[in-house]
């Protein structure tokens, strides 16, 4: 079983904060992925990563950022959180050499008041 | 990035088989086909892959016919458990691949 961690897991902040969700990985995987994804709704690409130091913007535009400064970690960050950014927030990684197995996190679910 | 189609919803009773169908019409060559699972507020569950004929493991089968323009997920004798949605994906190791994307899905509901 795969090792991918998200903190937190619930967040529930108020409007103009910044705050950073946490992705760990302890497998050494190179691309990492992140989704947004509402109840009941698609997943939506918003951020990936090859390996250290790339970055790339997804599908749905976000207005997030990423980081990648070494391979266990890729963290999300908004600097000003708004409603319109609730949402479930998942993180995820793909083993070097395979086609599509991606390991999944638990999830981060915020909630911007 | 071949796209693919599902149904949208599928209803089915505990101990019955069950078999989603993915078209994926353009599929290329070097192109795998890989299904996950999604309970709610959890994150998608890799389940099979497979490029041709019949792969199967301890929690499904999958079913690629030759031309490989379709796929068909079996799920034997689900529970209610198996209550979940369930993706087709299809893409490639090669050529720097590196996007993950995921369509609508199937939401299968399982009833006792």
């Known amino acids: 079983e795969a090792d991918i961690y998200q903190t937190p897991r619930y967040l529930v902040i108020g409007t103009g904060k910044k705050i950073t969700l946490e992705c760990s990985q302890t497998m050494g995987h190179d691309k990492m992925y992140w989704y947004q994804q509402d109840p009941g709704m698609e997943l939506h690409l918003i951020h990936y990563?090859?390996?250290?130091?790339?970055?790339e913007k997804g599908d749905l535009s976000s207005e997030s950022t990423v980081s990648r400064i070494r391979t266990e970690h890729f963290p999300l960050t908004l600097e000003s959180a708004r409603p319109s950014h609730t949402s479930q927030y998942l993180c995820?990684?793909?083993?070097?050499?395979?086609?599509?197995?991606?390991?999944f996190g638990q999830g981060t679910r915020l909630t911007v008041v | 990035l071949a796209k693919t189609t599902q149904p949208i919803s599928m209803d089915s009773y505990e101990g019955q088989e069950v078999n989603i169908t993915c078209s994926h019409n353009?599929?290329?060559?070097?192109?795998?086909i890989t299904w996950y699972q999604q309970f709610p507020s959890q994150g998608p569950r890799f389940i099979i892959q497979g490029y041709k004929t019949k792969v199967t493991n301890e929690v499904a089968s999958l079913f690629i016919p030759a031309d490989r323009k379709s796929s068909t997920l079996s799920l034997p004798r689900v529970s209610l458990s198996d209550t979940a949605v369930y993706y087709c994906?299809?893409?490639?190791?090669?050529?720097?691949?590196?996007?993950?994307?995921f369509g609508k899905g199937t939401m299968l509901l399982v009833s006792p």
């Open positions: 353009n599929i290329a060559t070097n192109d795998y």
């Open positions: 990563s090859y390996g250290v130091n790339s970055t």
């Open positions: 995820a990684s793909i083993p070097a050499g395979t086609v599509l197995e991606a390991f």
């Open positions: 994906l299809v893409g490639d190791r090669s050529s720097g691949y590196s996007t993950l994307t």
